[in-house]
């Protein structure tokens, strides 16, 4: 992981729980996203000085929706390959 992005490979990781990350791995790894997860208080993402946690403002209705590390929401999609011939 650490290596990767000098020779251009990109890694994409999930996990439950970020702890669950090694250490060694974690400084490799550039970008954080967390889709919406069951429980708002499970979340890793906090706004400073604010009342209630970011996760709380992510839509449940609409899959694919999360926040990044900087708590602004963003929507993960995947195309539908099999309608390419």
Request: overall charge neutral; proline content about 6%.
């Amino acid at each position: 992981v650490n290596a990767g992005l000098s020779y251009g490979i990109h890694v994409v990781i999930t996990t439950p729980n970020w702890l669950e990350v090694p250490l060694a791995m974690r400084d490799g790894l550039g970008l954080r996203l967390e889709l919406r997860l069951h429980d708002a208080h499970d979340r890793n993402v906090r706004v400073a000085g604010a009342l209630r946690r970011a996760a709380e403002g992510v839509p449940a209705d609409q899959p694919g929706r999360g926040l990044t590390m900087a708590a602004e929401h963003f929507l993960f999609a995947r195309p539908a390959l099999e309608s390419i011939s």
